[in-house]
């Protein structure tokens, strides 16, 4: 009996030790927590920024945003929701390298709209912007997916472009 129990005990253990390295062979990535206004050459673009901060790059990286739209369903009872999708002006990107001081360029990525989001997000009654990034581990092929919610549009939108490299926070457009 006791060496049913420590053979149990044992194959726990060694479960638990196993998925621990697995979730540490998962891609690490960051996504802005408000969205970039810029002009560019008579436009004005809306920005969401996706930073690599793992140990080791990251292939197939997919971005796609969402207004979802709160319904009422089945006359009044329950409420659903609406799913309209923003076109994003590059939806993919191929790799992107582990953040450290050699390579900071390349460990991050703008996905960029030029659709008014502002003005989309006023013609929707009680919507919220929902951001879906999904990558994949250079070594193991793990895929990860982040979901980022914008609920507000008041509080979402800062002027200016993210700064270059490892930071999340805008520096002042020069355009």
């Known amino acids: 009996m006791n060496e049913l129990f420590m053979g149990i005990v044992g194959g726990l253990a060694s479960s638990a030790i196993f ?3 697995l979730s540490r062979l998962r891609p690490n990535i960051k996504v802005s927590s408000h969205i970039s206004v810029g002009d560019y050459e008579g436009y004005k673009y809306y920005s969401f920024k996706v930073l690599n901060s793992g140990q080791r790059a990251v292939n197939n990286v997919r971005a796609e945003l ?3 739209e709160h319904r009422v369903v ?3 009872n329950g409420r659903g929701k ?3 999708r923003v076109q994003l002006l590059q939806e993919s990107f191929v790799r992107l390298e582990p ?8 460990s991050s990525f703008e996905f960029s ?3 008014d989001l502002p003005e989309e997000w006023r ?3 009680e919507a919220y912007l929902m951001l879906f990034v999904t990558c994949q581990d250079d070594l193991t092929a793990f895929s990860k997916t ?3 919610i914008y609920e507000s549009p008041i509080e979402v939108f800062k002027p200016g472009r993210f700064e270059y490299g490892k930071g999340m926070a805008d520096r002042k457009s020069t355009r």
């Not at 953040?99 to 390349?106: D, F, K, T």
């Open 82 to 84: 609406k799913y309209f």
């Open 146 to 148: 982040v979901t980022t």
């Open 19 to 21: 998925l621990l390295a």
């Open 66 to 68: 969402y207004f979802i």
């Open 123 to 125: 013609k929707l009654n």
């Open 99 to 106: 953040l450290s001081s050699q390579n900071e360029g390349i």
């Open 74 to 76: 089945n006359g009044g």
């Open 113 to 115: 709209t030029k659709i």
